[in-house]
């Protein structure tokens, strides 16, 4: 082994020490448990051959020629879980797309469809299907200003779906999240194919954003072993971390507590600002949504303790849909965990933001009804 190999695998064998054992992961409560925590560096070398599971899975990625979903399609291409990789879009540009990211010298096999007579084609056998598709957003729009037309776009896929692959495990990242898992989840009842298990808004964004940013302000080295679980929905106010379940426990002022609610909860903002309108946030959305998927197909394989945050259909609050803590399993969501013990804070915040969240949701249902 040359001393560069050799290196690359000490680094995994040292991420992996810090992955908590799942058996022992299994025992603990879902505010104990990390998040998913083998992170895009530790899959990546696997599938270089160092360690990591063989593949076995088909990925579609829904969108694949836009600005998440180019390096989407690239993380997911590098992921050793992943035999078959198919890459859709309307943009004809995607058939490039598919070549490019088949260069990279990995197992999964990868091919390019276009339009909505190959739709079928690409669902047919996957089992996961990731959906970024549509517009992005721009200075002084909300997530909730892209509904028109992206409500539309995950109506549409999700009839594919609910035809082809009724059975695949289904991320949402297509915005407004708070609304566009009911449209995919209303679809998919009205084709009678509806699973809670399998239908998961992806929220992990604001989860690697809350670790960074506390990382940051506390002085940890390692963002990777920063714990925050990150509640409520995906915009704006309904985006919640529960600050007062970090791990490593560590405290926190009044003054530190709104300045960090505030910089997660408007994270993409800040990017869409900085971009000053030639983009949102692209490339954090794309790791973030790999690195979920990731947890999913580890869930798949029968991996057990995997823990991650999700918005998905849910008893924690009055709202029917609403993220927390879920453990992944082969089925999707094995488990769906409430809010745990919240500061006083916090539950200001959660009472404060729950009406907004139930009207995006019945918002994103009435789309089907109308």
């Not at 010298?105 to 339009?115: D, I, L």
């Not at 609304?179 to 992806?202: M, W």
Request: proline share 5%; hydrophobic share 40%; charged share 20%.
């Amino acid at each position: 082994m040359s001393n560069a190999v050799g290196a690359a695998a000490r680094r995994v064998g040292a991420l992996r020490a810090q992955v908590v054992d799942p058996a022992s992961s299994s025992r603990q409560t879902p505010q104990e448990a990390p998040s998913a925590r083998v992170g895009l560096v530790d899959w990546f070398f696997g599938a270089s051959g160092i360690g990591g599971k063989r593949a076995s899975f088909t990925v579609a990625v829904l969108g694949a020629a836009g600005g998440i979903g180019q390096t989407l399609s690239a993380f997911i291409k590098a992921n050793p879980k992943v035999a078959e990789l198919r890459l859709y879009d309307v943009a004809p540009v995607v058939r490039g797309v598919a070549a490019d990211v088949s260069h990279v010298n990995t197992r999964a096999k990868v091919s390019g469809y276009v339009g909505d007579d190959e739709l079928e084609a690409c669902l047919r056998g996957c089992d996961l299907v990731i959906i970024p598709a549509g517009v992005p957003r721009k200075p002084g729009m909300s997530r909730d200003d892209l509904f028109g037309v992206n409500a539309g776009i995950v109506r549409t896929l999700c009839e594919g779906v609910a035809k082809t692959c009724p059975n695949a495990i289904v991320n949402i990242i297509s915005n407004p999240v708070n609304s566009t898992v009911p449209i995919a989840a209303e679809v998919f009842k009205n084709h009678g194919c509806y699973d809670a298990r399998k239908l998961l808004g992806v929220t992990h964004l604001d989860v690697m954003r809350a670790k960074t940013f506390v990382a940051a302000a506390k002085g940890f080295d390692d963002p990777t072993l920063v714990d925050v679980p990150v509640i409520g929905g995906h915009a704006g106010t309904t985006i919640l971390p529960l600050l007062s379940q970090t791990t490593p426990r560590c405290s926190f002022t009044p003054e530190e507590v709104s300045a960090l609610t505030s910089r997660i909860q408007n994270g993409g903002t800040e990017v869409v600002e900085a971009k000053g309108g030639a983009g949102s946030a692209t490339l954090s959305m794309a790791a973030a949504a790999a690195e979920f998927a990731d947890a999913c197909l580890r869930g798949l394989s029968g991996e057990s303790g995997i823990w991650a945050c999700a918005y998905v259909e849910s008893k924690a609050t009055r709202a029917p849909f609403f993220a927390t803590k879920v453990l992944l399993g082969r089925n999707g969501v094995e488990r769906v965990a409430g809010t745990g013990t919240l500061s006083s804070y916090e539950k200001r915040a959660l009472e404060s933001m729950l009406p907004e969240l139930e009207a995006s949701i019945k918002k994103g249902i009435n789309f089907l009804h109308s």
